[in-house]
């Protein structure tokens, strides 16, 4: 495995343990648990940082000259990504909705 392929590993690794902290979050709040949700949030979005840092770094790369291969393990790694971010935001509101629900209760 060379070093770009590495690097787009790393991506899909960040973005999985990024969706399933997620996705973790959200069972918390069956049990009405949101101190745990928010520190669950809190982790996804750390993990999701980290792979923001290897997409952005490999974008400069590529600016500077450097072109990155455009890949299907690439495609998937975008795809893992997107998918984190958007279960992230997605759950995050949710568990707004539940806690704020909760409170009126």
Not at 14 to 27: N, T, Y
Not at 34 to 41: I, Q, T, V
Not at 45 to 54: P, S, T
């Amino acid at each position: 495995m060379n070093e770009s392929e590495k690097r787009i590993m790393g991506l899909i690794s960040s973005s999985g343990e990024s969706r399933a902290k997620a996705f973790e979050a959200l069972q918390a709040v069956r049990t009405h648990n949101y101190e745990s949700a928010h520190k669950l949030l809190e982790e996804s979005q750390k993990l999701d940082i980290d792979a923001h840092n290897v997409q952005t770094k490999m974008i400069q790369e590529e600016l500077g000259g450097n072109k990155i291969e455009v890949n299907l393990l690439m495609a998937h790694a975008q795809d893992h990504y997107m998918t984190a971010q958007l279960s992230r935001d997605l759950i995050e509101e949710l568990i707004k909705i539940f806690e704020s629900r909760d409170m009126e209760e």
